[in-house]
């Protein structure tokens, strides 16, 4: 089974702040998803990568396969970032494994 | 395009108990998959279904059992509930399964008493 593994496990970041959260896994996958999850509950998906970079707006996401490793960086962060971010993989037809999350708390 | 939606939102039940809870994907899509989030254990995959079968199911006790009917609604239903069964369920979808971008609802907080 995957270990999927997130460091930090809490952030506290000033306002346009540039931030990175890492994540790894112990076994080759298919694919890695960002999830967003805020107060109150909701996840939304951020990005799902197999390989190479991907962007939007401030969000950026990266994944090195070779290295069993991916980041998620906001560039100019801002109080509305704050919230859990966590790292899902899938291997084949499994169901997604879960990282244990990131608090990210940015201060005005 | 109306997004995932649970129901109930929030439900209070007594050990021993049972509980059904509901989730509507996005029209089109034919996957569901049902997740327990708990604050020591993050977030557990439970089951998916596609297409009214079971694809896949997490490790969680033989109480916890799910359907998915031919509109693609999905319910899961838990039996016998116990104080650790308190938890935020929340159901995603997708058009194929886990290996495309998930649509999450909002999720069903239960608490057991």
């Known amino acids: 089974k995957n270990e999927v593994e997130q460091s930090p496990q809490n952030l506290t970041a000033q306002e346009g702040e540039f931030i990175t959260i890492n994540c790894s896994y112990s076994?080759?996958?298919?694919?890695l998803h960002w999830l967003q999850q805020h107060p109150g509950g909701g996840i939304v998906s951020l990005f799902m990568?197999?390989?190479g970079k991907k962007k939007h707006g401030r969000l950026i996401a990266t994944i090195n396969i070779q290295e069993k490793h991916s980041s998620l960086h906001i560039t100019a962060s801002h109080p509305r970032d704050s919230a859990v971010y966590i790292c899902a993989v899938q291997s084949g037809n499994t169901p997604l494994v879960f990282g244990k999350g990131t608090r990210l708390s940015v201060i005005a | 395009k109306a997004g995932v939606t649970q129901t109930p939102r929030y439900l209070i039940k007594t050990r021993g108990q049972q509980v059904t809870l509901s989730c509507s994907p996005i029209s089109g899509h034919r996957s569901v998959s049902w997740y327990q989030q708990t604050p020591g254990q993050g977030l557990q995959f439970l089951f998916e279904?596609?297409?009214?079968?079971?694809?896949n199911k997490g490790n969680f006790p033989g109480r916890f059992s799910g359907r998915q009917f031919s509109n693609s609604r999905s319910e899961m239903n838990v039996s016998t509930l116990e104080l650790g069964d308190s938890a935020l369920y929340l159901c995603?979808?997708?058009?194929?399964?886990?290996?495309?971008?998930?649509?999450f609802g909002p999720g069903t907080r239960l608490l057991v008493l």
């Open positions: 990568l197999s390989s």
């Open positions: 076994v080759g996958i298919s694919a």
């Open positions: 279904y596609f297409s009214e079968t079971q694809r």
């Open positions: 995603a979808s997708s058009f194929r399964g886990a290996e495309e971008t998930q649509y």
